[in-house]
């Protein structure tokens, strides 16, 4: 995946990934979870995580909070340009941009 890419790009992919297939295998149903990379420049990129859930509402972290787990959504919205959920799925997707 790191081929020409933006080094920052890169990492921030790596974690919030992470953070989605593990949601995706505690949570989701199903016994396979899909990961789409979609390089559309070295400086951005879009990625999904999918599996066979019956989907859930996105609910990122409140500020200050201090309970140990649950960062996942907290760290996409605030590491991504953009990012969603569709609606009655478990296939959540981000985008990650350097200007």
């Known amino acids: 995946m790191a081929a020409g890419l933006d080094h920052g ?18 949570h989701g ?5 899909c990961v789409i990379v979609d390089v559309r420049s070295p400086r951005r990129l879009r990625c999904e ?11 990122a972290r409140p500020a200050g909070s201090q ?19 569709r609606e009655g799925s478990t296939h959540v997707w981000f985008e990650l941009a350097r200007d």
């Open 9 to 26: 790009v890169v990492e921030d992919a790596r974690l919030l990934l992470s953070e989605l297939v593990s949601n995706s295998v505690r």
């Open 29 to 33: 149903a199903g016994d396979s979870v």
């Open 49 to 59: 995580v999918i599996d066979q859930g019956s989907g859930f509402l996105p609910l």
């Open 67 to 85: 309970e140990d787990g649950g960062w996942g959504l907290h760290l996409v919205e605030s590491l991504s340009e953009s990012w969603g959920v």
